[in-house]
């Protein structure tokens, strides 16, 4: 995954370099998940820094690892925990910034009927997706909970086994399926699985390693994260105006609804702006955070560490001592 090498860079990197575009990205559609950099972009802050910014969407069928790693983007946003598998498949990547501070993973149960806490799942009904069994599972152990004693019922993403009283619980992102329910008049409880000692960044920005080391790419990038933070601080002081932009231009392809769009900006706030970030600065890598992905990276079975995945030089260097920008 890491691609020929020519004077330290992959080609792959040196093509990226020679195009009039600073590509980024993105994880997901271009939705309001992404809206610091639609407003940084629509502000101007990308330009400021001398960059011609283009915010690529992602999808179902988009993986944004090999897409940095073979140089077709500068920046991308992942999870630390794929980009730490990613690397162990011979990818050179490293996180240099983190938006979602708390992961949006979150079990949601009726508002009726809460499940207010890991223990209150033992003996209930659980719906959890395939690709969430195994977070459940260590979920589990760092909550002391035998997987055993809850029963675990598949589940796609349609809330629906909720609400048809199907199952007690339902895996979901506190972004999308309490949203979904919330615009159907339907009141939910949810707490997030960082609440309880999960605490996996999610939205990362990755980036090729070889970038880091060379001068341009590097100037590039530490103008990609002062510009991305000034966005995210606009977009969390006017959260309709970065809603606004998903649906009417950067996301307008996808038909977004604006209500959604606003509620999942409410949601999304606080999974941005901790008190980690209030005190050091949006995107920020606190040790203590590091040292927190490493444990749930490594009991996950994926052997790293804390100067293999993460480089904290860049976002020291936009920030310049500050913790607002």
């Avoid at 708390?102 to 690709?131: C, H, W, Y």
């Avoid at 749930?296 to 480089?311: K, M, S």
Wanted: overall charge negative; glycine content about 10%; charged content about 25%.
């Amino acid at each position: 995954m890491g691609g020929l090498s020519l004077g330290g860079l992959p080609l792959g990197v040196r093509q990226a370099a020679a195009a009039d575009k600073t590509v980024m990205q993105l994880g997901w559609i271009a939705n309001v998940e992404y809206m610091g950099m639609f407003v940084a972009d629509d502000a101007g802050y990308y330009k400021a820094e001398g960059l011609d910014m283009e915010l690529v969407p992602g999808g179902p069928a988009i993986s944004v690892a090999p897409i940095v790693a073979s140089g077709k983007a500068l920046v991308g946003l992942d999870s630390a925990d794929t980009i730490a598998r990613a690397r162990k498949e011979g990818a050179k990547l490293k996180l240099i910034g983190v938006e979602l501070q708390r992961n949006p993973t979150a079990v949601m149960s009726l508002a009726s009927k809460p499940i207010k806490t890991p223990q209150d799942l033992v003996g209930k009904k659980f719906g959890v997706q395939q690709n969430g069994v195994e977070i459940i599972n260590l979920f589990f152990r760092k909550n002391n909970i035998d997987p055993k004693s809850v029963n675990i019922v598949p589940v796609q993403f349609d809330p629906a086994p909720l609400v048809a009283g199907e199952v007690d619980a339902f895996m979901s992102f506190l972004t999308n399926q309490p949203v979904q329910l919330a615009l159907k008049g339907i009141d939910t409880n949810n707490f997030l699985l960082s609440d309880f000692g999960y605490d996996a960044w999610a939205d990362c920005l990755v980036v090729h390693e070889d970038s880091l080391a060379d001068p341009v790419r590097r100037k590039q990038l530490v103008g990609i994260v002062r510009a991305t933070v000034k966005g995210w601080q606009d977009a969390v002081a006017d959260p309709k105006r970065g809603a606004k932009l998903a649906v009417e231009v950067y996301g307008k392809s996808f038909g977004l609804d604006i209500k959604a769009q606003e509620l999942t900006a409410e949601k999304l706030i606080p999974l941005v702006e901790t008190d980690e970030t209030k005190k050091n600065g949006l995107f920020t890598m606190s040790k203590a955070g590091i040292d927190a992905n490493i444990k749930i990276i490594n009991d996950a079975g994926v052997a790293t560490t804390a100067d293999e995945l993460f480089d904290t030089s860049v976002i020291t260097e936009a920030f310049g001592g500050k913790t607002r920008l």
